[in-house]
């Protein structure tokens, strides 16, 4: 093993994230050695022209103001692919037509009930600035986008959202523009996808296409010299992204973002090294599993990595 001292951290007045986030890296200290390493690889893969990366993240994050830190990536096309939650498209679309507030994670949630607000964590979604506007809005683009089909993908849909979007605010505006695959696999789990089943009632003949958002999933896929991956938390966006990589040998860089354990066997907790043992990630990958709030390890990753790009 390579004798390395470990470094204090020196704070000094004006110091970049980039220069706080390499001290982190010489420190040699538990999860900021880590969030360094991860800030490491990612730089690595997004500098590696033949690499398709992958994004993956819950829909928890969009109800925050981690929101931005997700739409600089698409926004500065450091991403190629995007897999994530049915809950992303509702938060995105929702914020950029409404607001959400500040809460508490201690607030009475029955109370909020007969006001009218849902409590997301210590995020206030008021019904007004979610369902309700998500109905008023979509329901019309759906009948334009959807005028003499039959059938649409869920990467066509979410596209041609994003195509009738004016915020740059929002994930789906800068999505379309860069021209940017986003795949919900779970498209019915979320207000957006109950808003199509709302619309099926009245046009039956519509069939949502999963095979064809698989279909071009395998085309990226098989035809990516190398793959790497920026994957937060867990669930269906974690696991799409790592099975579909298990076809073309595992992905060649990963970098893991989440807080769950792996003692319980979920997904969202396992380690990088459980999916070697798939085929998901190769065994020689540039990886690492950073435990922690994304809300905090995310920004600082994210302003790292775009300080050193620029």
Known sequence: MEERRVSDIKVDTGMTVDQLVKAMSDSGGFTAKKLADAVDIVEKMVRDEECL??????????????????????????????????????HDLARSWKHYYHGDFN???????EQGMNRLGN??????????????????????????????????????IGARLDNEDSLLYWAHKNQIPIFVPGITDGSFGSQL???????????????????????????????????????????????????????????????????????SGAQVR????????????WQVNVEGDATITLPIMVASLVERLE
């Open 123 to 160: 995020v206030i979604v008021p019904d007004e600035s979610y369902g309700l506007v998500l109905e008023e809005r979509l329901l019309p683009m759906f009948d334009e986008i959807l005028a003499g089909k039959d059938s649409i993908s869920t990467r066509e849909m979410i596209d041609e």
């Open 53 to 90: 990366t992958f994004l993956s993240f819950p829909a928890c994050l969009m109800a925050t103001g981690t929101r931005g830190v997700l739409v600089e990536l698409v926004k500065r096309k450091l991403v190629d692919v995007v897999i994530t939650t049915c809950g992303t498209l509702d």
């Open 197 to 267: 089943w709302m619309y099926w009632q009245t046009h039956r003949n519509l069939k949502m296409d999963l095979f064809q958002d698989e279909q071009d999933l395998s085309g990226l896929v098989f035809h990516a010299e190398r793959s790497g991956a920026l994957i937060i938390g867990g669930g269906i966006s974690k696991h799409h992204v790592i099975w579909w990589n298990q076809f073309r040998g595992g992905l060649d860089y990963v970098v893991y973002m989440t807080t769950a354990a792996e003692y319980d066997g979920s997904l």
């Open 274 to 285: 459980e999916a070697i043992s798939w085929g998901k990630v190769q065994e020689n990958a």
């Open 107 to 113: 607030m009475d949630d029955a109370e909020l009930r």
